[in-house]
C-alpha cells in the first residue's frame, strides 16, 4: 500500500489538495512502463537499446491521451501540438497516426498561441515556458490537455508535468485544472503519479 500525506497549496486564488506519494513498488513502476512500450510498438532491437529521455516522455505522451477522456472530440481525432521548440525529434514518429481509444493521433507544431485552441493536447516545451501564465490564461477551461516537462509547472496551471528522477520519468498531475477544462484523467493514470494536486 502507498503511503501518502497530503497539504494544501494556492492557485491564484483557488485553495487546492496536494497529495504526495512517499514511496511506491518499483516493480509496479517497472510494469506500468513496459506496459507503454507495448502500446507504442517499438519494435525488438529498439527495446534492446537504452531509451533516451525524450523517447521514454513520447510513451507517456501516448499514455497521457489515452487515459484522459474530453467532453468531444471533432471527427475523433487528437491534435497534439508541440509549441516550441521540439525536443523530441524523430521519437515523436512514433505518435503520428497512432490511435488511442479510437482516436487518431496528429503532431503538429506551432510556435504561435493562436493555433493552440484547435488542439486537444498541448505540450509546452521548455523553449516557452517563460510564456506559461499567458498560455494557462488562453486555455483556461478549454477542454485541452496541457502538458510539460518543468519543474514547478503544476502548480502554475499546466494538468500533467513530466520530470526525471532517480533516472526515471515520472509526472505530477493537477487534477483541479483538468476538472476546469472539463477533462477526467483515469484513475488508473493518477494511481502512477508522484504528485496529485486537487
Sequence with gaps: ??????ETVFYGSRRIRKRSFIRYFPILSL?????????????????????SEYRLKVAFLYNFSAYTEWPSLPDQVLNLCIYGEDPFGENLQ????????????????TR???????????????????????????????????????PGASQQGVILNMAIKEGKVTFEANVAIAKRNRLKLSSQLLRFATEVYQ
Design 1 to 6: 500500500m502507498l503511503e501518502k500525506q497530503e
Design 31 to 51: 510494469c506500468w512502463c513496459w506496459c507503454w512500450f507495448l502500446f507504442l510498438g517499438y519494435s525488438p532491437l529498439t527495446q534492446a537499446e537504452q531509451p
Design 94 to 109: 512514433h505518435l503520428q497516426h497512432k490511435k488511442a481509444n479510437e482516436h487518431e493521433i496528429l503532431v503538429r507544431h
Design 112 to 150: 504561435n498561441t493562436e493555433d493552440l485552441p484547435g488542439c486537444q493536447i498541448v505540450f509546452i516545451t521548455r523553449s516557452s515556458i517563460d510564456n506559461l501564465s499567458d498560455i494557462i490564461k488562453q486555455l483556461d477551461e478549454m477542454p485541452i490537455l496541457t502538458i510539460a516537462d518543468t
